[in-house]
């Protein structure tokens, strides 16, 4: 990873404080793969990442503010926004901003996740301009009206039953309030039927004018794209709404602090008349600036993470046991979470535990033999790089990495620290986390006896 300045000197601090700072980040090939960061008075950063090779653009905004930044009375209040900058501005109602993408066939939407929420748009390389006014615009003019809030709240409860009607979905909510509690990580990212509708107008507004300022956002963009025409229709954009006021303001740093678990061996069940039992067995894993969350990747691949995976092999393949079973990784700034999903009937619930419960233990004390580590590496790198193939994807790598690390790292980059991974560190890393007495979630039709011998599996 290279870097280095171009920025222009001035002659007074005045002048100072209104040049844009920028870095080249990551030097590409003939211009492909260069990444870029200009840092704007007022604190906005806009990443950018070069591929003329393609006909499309990925703009997309990033906002410094998840769910786990709502106190318990305004849980839901993050993905509520998300929905309400979709309703208008100044400029445009909400049906000129869909029809304005639907125009040129480019693709818009939104997300929220616990630490972070993201507005983007997808469009042929010739109409990144409409795509970046349109979705500035939504983020620094929207008016949030109180008709909007409420016939929006009803859109969002049936978000909120559509997910509860899915059990697969619905049992990662609740393996986060097993190992997280009632704290801002352990409620649900959509919040509850409760708190949405306890949710007025003027304190979306509240927290809609703390948390989305520019020094709390990231604008990232990737495609055939050019850095400073960018800046510039970014810049132009903002200024115009009035958002860049305070050149002196600088970017929020990336999240820190230290969190603990929950005791483990919590067990939470949920009762529901379904065909199969959702179980999610797990415990803390480590937070996303671990340096040793790349041996934690392998590992994960290993024991779940494809079809010739240890889960998968065991579970599926020789027993039948389950359609669905994988591992996964959750990394916060400050903690993490790792787990084992498995759908199955309800009366083999407790056969596709001891299987895991085994397979896990196993690994703790064992780990993995060097072939399984080799050919997760290998199946880790390609999936890295697959995964990237589009601008979409690249958009979320430098919007997220701004964002969350405050660094760019090149796929190459990545590349090597995967393909450095050692058995060594796979095995320690093991030890250490899947050595931790596990928690338990489940979702399912269970009996009463049932559910009894449900915590005999985390004992």
């Not at 000197?9 to 003939?30: C, F, M, P, Y």
């Not at 990443?47 to 106190?71: C, K, M, N, Q, Y």
């Not at 109180?146 to 909120?160: K, M, S, T």
């Not at 059990?167 to 919040?191: E, I, K, Q, S, Y």
Request: aromatic share 6%; with cysteine; proline share 4%.
């Amino acid at each position: 990873m290279t870097s280095s300045s171009s920025t222009a000197t001035a002659r007074t601090s005045s002048e100072a404080r209104a040049v844009a700072r920028t870095q080249t980040l990551i030097k590409g090939t003939d211009g492909t793969g260069t990444v870029r960061r200009t840092t704007l008075p007022g604190g906005l950063r806009i990443v950018t990442e070069t591929l003329p090779s393609v006909r499309s653009a990925t703009f997309g905004i990033w906002a410094h503010v998840g769910s786990r930044d709502e106190t318990p009375a305004l849980n839901g209040a993050t993905h509520y926004l998300e929905h309400l900058l979709f309703k208008g501005t100044q400029k445009r109602s909400a049906l000129d901003i869909s029809a304005a993408l639907d125009a040129v066939g480019g693709e818009m939407n939104a997300f929220t996740a616990k630490e972070y929420t993201c507005y983007y748009a997808r469009v042929l390389d010739a109409d990144l301009p409409l795509a970046i006014d349109v979705v500035c615009d939504m983020l620094t003019g929207s008016l949030i009206l109180e008709e909007d809030v409420n016939v929006e709240r009803g859109a969002i409860l049936e978000e909120i039953a559509m997910t509860e009607d899915d059990p697969g979905d619905c049992v990662h909510d609740l393996f986060a309030h097993t190992m997280f509690g009632d704290n801002p990580l352990g409620r649900p990212v959509l919040g509850t039927v409760d708190t949405v509708n306890a949710l007025t107008a003027d304190r979306i507004r509240r927290f809609y004018k703390k948390h989305y300022d520019p020094t709390h956002l990231v604008v990232a963009c990737a495609g055939n794209v050019d850095h400073q025409k960018v800046v510039r229709q970014v810049r132009a954009a903002f200024e115009k709404s009035g958002a860049l006021r305070d050149p002196d303001a600088v970017p929020v740093a990336p999240r820190g602090g230290s969190r603990t678990l929950r005791t483990a061996g919590r067990v939470e069940l949920l009762g529901r008349k379904t065909e199969q039992a959702h179980v999610v067995l797990g415990m803390p894993g480590l937070s996303r600036t671990d340096d040793r969350r790349w041996a934690l990747g392998v590992l994960n691949t290993a024991l779940g993470g494809g079809m010739s995976s240890r889960l998968f092999q065991e579970v599926r393949e020789k027993r039948g046991l389950a359609y669905s079973v994988y591992s996964y990784t959750s990394g916060f700034a400050d903690c993490g979470l790792f787990g084992v999903y498995a759908g199955c009937r309800p009366s083999q619930v407790h056969d596709v535990l001891k299987i895991c419960r085994d397979e896990l233990d196993q690994v703790a004390q064992h780990g993995l033999p060097d072939d399984e580590i080799d050919r997760a590496i290998g199946q880790l790198k390609g999936s890295t790089v697959l995964g990237l193939e589009d601008t979409g994807a690249l958009m979320n790598r430098i919007g997220k990495s701004e964002l969350c690390w405050g660094e760019q790292v090149s796929v190459d980059d990545m590349l090597s620290r995967i393909a450095a991974v050692t058995p060594d560190d796979v095995r320690a890393v093991a030890r250490e986390v899947l050595g931790r007495r596990p928690s338990l979630s489940v979702i399912g039709p269970l009996k009463d006896k049932q559910a009894a011998r449900l915590h005999d599996a985390v004992a």
